[in-house]
């Protein structure tokens, strides 16, 4: 990264703490429940165990991050709805069905949109 570039970086960085700064706790909130929430059309999300893939879930719509109910405080975990994909070959086959699943902040896991 050239010295233009890593100043530019560090400006909007500067300048999205300054926004938050700016902001009330309430709208702080908000905005990080905006940020850690995904809403699209085609997500895919892998779990790993080590370096290998050991689940896959397709045509994910949206990953959210849970909150308490009482605190509205974000959770350890985040959840969806996506096809378990379950011989790992990244397509949504006869049979493979749509499942709930959550991860947590402790799972290695990687989300996407799909390419394809």
């Known amino acids: 990264m050239n010295n233009y570039a890593l100043k ?9 703490l ?5 902001c009330t706790q309430e709208k702080q909130n908000q905005i990080k429940r905006e940020i850690q929430n995904w ?9 790993f165990a080590g370096e290998k893939v050991v689940k896959r879930f397709l045509k994910i719509d949206k990953l959210s991050t849970a909150l308490g109910t009482d605190d509205q405080k974000a959770r350890a975990y985040r959840f969806g ?3 378990l994909d379950e011989n790992l070959n990244g397509v949504a ?3 493979e069905k749509r499942v709930y699943f ?3 902040d402790f799972t290695q896991y990687v989300f996407f949109e799909s390419p394809r």
Do not use: Q
Not at 8 to 16: H, P, Q, S, Y
Not at 18 to 22: I, K, Q
Not at 39 to 47: A, K, Q, S
């Open 39 to 47: 809403t699209g059309t085609n997500g895919v999300l892998e779990v």
């Open 93 to 95: 086959d006869d049979g």
């Open 102 to 104: 959550e991860v947590s």
């Open 81 to 83: 709805y996506g096809i």
């Open 8 to 16: 530019a970086t560090a400006l909007v960085a500067a300048a999205a």
């Open 18 to 22: 300054t926004l938050l700064a700016g």
